[in-house]
């Protein structure tokens, strides 16, 4: 509490309570709603593109969306980190991109506010569904031969191996998912508590005092930030996308 | 003397130092990375401008290296939080 401003506790600026069923495993809150609507609207976006395929060739309307999402994640993320061969993970990849933008992109939809990626589950979901893709794809690319070449590096003289492969077995397989998570968890939430601090300070502001004048201040301040954070969600959407194509791609390749 | 007797004991010093501790925590751990960053983009952006046809790669490139750097501020931030909340 400063100058009469009362900053909200932590717990109410992430916790939503369930719309019904309270705690038990159906229980349904503004988070999880976010979670079904991007993956609904992934969905409803290349269905109804797909739908209109045959029938024009010119894209139109949602068309345009669509294939441009394709374009992006083919020739922006692929080509740049897998190659030309790993066209097949666009799927995956696109709906990754799809799901982590859209629920990022309900920070700043008024009324809900709320970014489903604040919360620690989602981004740990996905950084572990990205690390389990990436060992299995090693194992399957390269054999047993996968760990070696991850933990042993060739081209280093025999004694350094004491340090290099506690090192890279860290970062590999314990550091990867962990920051790849907290990158796109912290983003969020850094981003949701800047938007309420000068929601707050908006708010205290608009009352029948001289210091009123003031208002303008962090209001605008507040409008330039939402631009700031749209930006931001595309930003992290993209990174979180190409990481993870950079590390399927470092499990098809081995490094020479 | 009598008001800073009563704030040095007991709970009030914890908070004191948890106060201090997630200010310094949060502050420090943005230095390093805003230092990299500034230089990693610097140079992106004179790489970009010698060779403009390379403008594509340089700058995935350069996402890339924001995204580990920036990594460190961000654990910074959580540790943040943290201490202040938990």
């Known amino acids: 509490m400063i100058f009469g401003l009362e900053f909200p506790p932590i717990e109410k600026l992430v916790e939503w309570p369930s719309f019904f069923g309270g705690d038990a495993w159906y229980g349904l809150n503004k988070i999880g709603l976010s979670a079904l609507i991007a993956m609904v609207l992934t969905i409803a976006i290349y269905l109804a593109a797909g739908s209109k395929y045959k029938k024009r060739l010119v894209p139109t309307g949602i068309q345009t969306v669509a294939e441009s999402g394709i374009e992006f994640i083919d020739s922006g993320i692929i080509d740049q980190t897998i190659g030309p061969e790993g066209r097949s993970w666009n799927p995956f990849l696109l709906s990754l991109f799809f799901f982590v933008l859209i629920t990022n992109l309900f920070e700043v939809v008024p009324g809900w506010q709320m970014p489903g990626n604040a919360r620690m589950a989602f981004p740990a979901l996905l950084a572990i569904l990205v690390w389990f893709i990436f060992l299995v794809t090693g194992i399957r690319y390269q054999g047993a031969g996968y760990f070696k070449n991850a933990l042993f590096p060739p081209g280093v003289p025999w004694p350094l191996y004491f340090l290099v492969t506690p090192i890279e077995f860290v970062s590999t397989f314990l550091v990867r998912p962990f920051s790849l998570a907290v990158r796109l968890f912290a983003n969020m939430l850094a981003g949701h508590i800047l938007l309420v601090t000068f929601v707050v300070l908006s708010e205290a502001l608009w009352i029948k005092q001289w210091y009123a004048v003031f208002l303008p201040l962090p209001f605008i301040m507040l409008v330039l930030l939402t631009g700031f954070e749209i930006m931001v969600s595309f930003l992290q959407a993209y990174i979180f996308t190409i990481l993870a194509g950079v590390y399927i791609g470092s499990s098809m390749h081995a490094e020479h | ?86």
Do not use: C, H, N, W
Request: charged share 10%; proline share 2%; hydrophobic share 60%.
């Open chain 2, 1 to 86: 003397m009598e008001l800073l007797a009563q704030a040095a004991s007991g709970a009030d010093q914890i908070a004191f130092g948890e106060a201090i501790s997630a200010g310094f925590a949060y502050g420090l751990a943005a230095i390093g990375p805003g230092i990299g960053i500034g230089y990693l983009v610097g140079q992106s952006v004179q790489a970009m401008a010698r060779q403009p046809e390379a403008a594509g790669m340089v700058r995935t490139t350069m996402f890339l290296g924001i995204a580990f750097t920036e990594a460190l501020a961000l654990i910074g931030f959580v540790v943040f939080i943290l201490l202040k909340f938990a």
